[in-house]
Every structure is written in C-alpha cells, then in structure tokens.
C-alpha cells in the first residue's frame, strides 16, 4: 500500500493549491484520511482530514480557507487551500487510517505519504 502525493509547488501569497493523494492497494479500506503539514523547526501538524462518512476536520489556521474533499471510487483525498499566507510555507504530508480487508482483516495501518514542498512567496 502506497500513498501517492502530488500538488505542491512555489505559489504567491494569495493564491491557491490544490494537493492530491492517492491510496494505492486493494487489500485495505480508508478510514480517515488527511493532510498533516511540517515546517521549518515546527512540529508536525494537522491541517485537514475528513472521515470515511464525510465528516471533515479543520485546523483553526486553515478554517475557511481549506477544503478537504475525498473521491472513495479512486481512493484519493484532495485539499484545496486558498487564500495562501507565507505560513503555509510547509512540506505536506498525506496520512491514511487504513482497515485490512481480507487476509488482512483486523489490520489497521497508520500510513504515510512522502511529503510535498509547498512554498509561498510574499
């Protein structure tokens, strides 16, 4: 099982990104699954996730200016963030809360993707 980040970049204060990771693997379910975000001499944070029924979580630094969204056809989770402030300026990291389906039944994984650079200009 594999999660597969994709959408960072350098972008100008003020603009946005859309971040996409992909879960792949037939031997799991996605439970809850998100964006944590790492910066510079900071500890690793949550910035958004969003659970297998659609309930979304927000840190207060992002609340209105993130969406999180999941598409479970293509195991994907897609993150949106506007508005964008040179504290953003983060490498972001897909995480997953993964079920074994199958011989793996009863299995729960705590997976991580590589991160994705996400600079912000002034």
């Known amino acids: 099982v594999q999660l597969q980040a994709s959408g960072g970049g350098l972008v100008e204060a003020g603009g946005s990104l859309r971040l996409s990771c992909a879960v792949s693997?037939?031997?799991?379910?996605?439970?809850?699954i998100g964006w944590y975000r790492q910066a510079p001499g900071k500890q690793r944070e949550l910035v958004a996730s969003i659970s297998s029924g659609g309930g979304t979580n927000y840190a207060d630094s992002v609340q209105g200016r993130c969406t999180i969204s999941r598409d479970n056809a293509k195991n994907a989770v897609y993150m949106e963030l506007n508005s964008l402030k040179f504290e953003d300026t983060a490498v972001y990291f897909c995480n997953a809360v993964l079920h074994g389906l199958g011989p793996y039944t009863g299995y729960v994984y705590d997976s991580w993707g590589q991160g994705t650079q996400v600079t912000v200009s002034s």
């Open positions: 693997g037939s031997t799991v379910s996605i439970d809850r």
